[in-house]
T-cell receptor, first 110, second 115 residues
């Protein structure tokens, strides 16, 4: 099987930086994705790491290290609208299903 | 371009009944995924359809079933409803099974409540 572990909740203030770690126990996957979901909303794609290293998209960056079975999502210059749940996910070649972690709820305070 | 649409938005059923949830993918997308999200929890994979065929299913009992139509829209059926089936059911689509960058586009979901 495969499992992805994330912290359940993180609280930070506006303007701060938050790092959400995702550790996994699986192999043979294409890459690591991150999705954002606001309360009552649909998950939306944030980023994808197919190769090891850092991918930067505006205030958000994502990192993958296959050798360490580890990735993270970095949220910079936090804004109130960043309060949401963030999910890491992997897809394996066999079965083509996207498996999600349990999600990290980020609460941004003024 | 219209996004992934799901209907109904909310559905209330009683134990033992059957529920049918519908999903229309983004135009040009052939793959449809179904996920269950219980309150405050992560997304649990239910089913994957591509080109009209069921390609994979998650660890759910057979009373969870579905199909994909020639226009790539999809239907999820849940028979003999149980209280623990109460959850948000999310549908997602992507261009095809050959796309490695697995960017899924999600609908807003159907909130199923079983009383």
């Amino acid at each position: 099987g495969q499992s992805l572990e994330q912290p359940s909740e993180v609280t930070a203030v506006e303007g701060a930086i938050v790092q959400i770690n995702c550790t996994y126990q699986t192999s043979g996957f294409y890459g690591l994705s991150w999705y954002q979901q606001h309360d009552g909303g649909a998950p939306t794609f944030l980023s994808y790491n197919g190769l090891d290293g850092l991918e930067e998209t505006g205030r958000f960056s994502s990192f993958l290290s296959r050798s360490d079975s580890y990735g993270y999502l970095l949220l910079q210059e936090l804004q109130m609208k960043d309060s949401a749940s963030y999910f890491c996910a992997v897809i394996k070649a066999a079965g083509n299903k996207l498996t999600f972690g349990g999600g990290t709820r980020v609460l941004v305070k003024p | 371009e219209a996004g992934v649409t799901q209907s109904p938005t909310h559905l209330i059923k009683t134990r033992g009944q059957q529920a049918t949830l519908r999903c229309s993918p983004i135009s040009g997308h052939t793959s449809v995924y179904w996920y269950q999200q219980a309150l405050g929890l992560g997304l649990q994979f239910l089913l994957w359809y591509d080109e009209g065929e069921e390609r994979n299913r998650g660890n759910f009992p057979p009373r969870f079933s579905g199909r994909q139509f020639p226009n790539y829209s999809s239907e999820l059926n849940v028979n003999a409803l149980e209280l623990e089936d109460s959850a948000l059911y999310l549908c997602a689509s992507k261009r095809g099974q050959g796309v490695r960058n697995e960017k899924l586009f999600f609908g807003s979901g159907t909130q199923l409540s079983v009383l």
